[in-house]
């Protein structure tokens, strides 16, 4: 299994999620969903099983370093100006970063 971080669960994330559920078990992906509020992932991945959700606080170095370290790959859905930490936490574990941020 490849294990995708998704950072942030918030309205944008919902249709991302939700497309990568439905091709996990062909993709073998296993997603890791990380949001302060757990109670949005929580809602979104409905309690699929290749869907695992954390409360991840982005300013808590230690949480954001250990849940980067795990993946595969990282997705940061966070808003724009908060992609710094994670794209830097990114470079140090030699990590793969996508956002949809333009």
């Known amino acids: ?7 942030g669960a918030g309205k944008s994330s919902a249709s991302l999620i939700q497309y990568l559920l439905a091709k996990s078990s062909a993709e073998k992906l296993q997603l890791h969903i990380g949001d302060i509020h757990l109670e949005h992932a929580d ?7 290749n869907a ?6 982005i300013f808590n170095s ?3 370093s ?3 370290k795990k993946a595969d790959l990282v997705i940061s859905m ?3 100006s908060l992609h710094i930490n994670v794209a830097k ?9 996508v956002t949809a941020s333009y």
Do not use: S, W, Y
């Open 78 to 80: 966070l808003p724009a």
């Open 89 to 97: 936490d990114c470079i140090e574990f030699g990590k793969h970063m």
């Open 62 to 64: 230690e949480e954001r």
């Open 43 to 49: 809602q979104i991945v409905a309690g699929h099983a």
């Open 1 to 7: 299994m490849r294990n995708i971080l998704i950072i």
């Open 66 to 68: 250990l849940a980067i």
């Open 52 to 57: 695992k959700t954390f409360r991840l606080d």
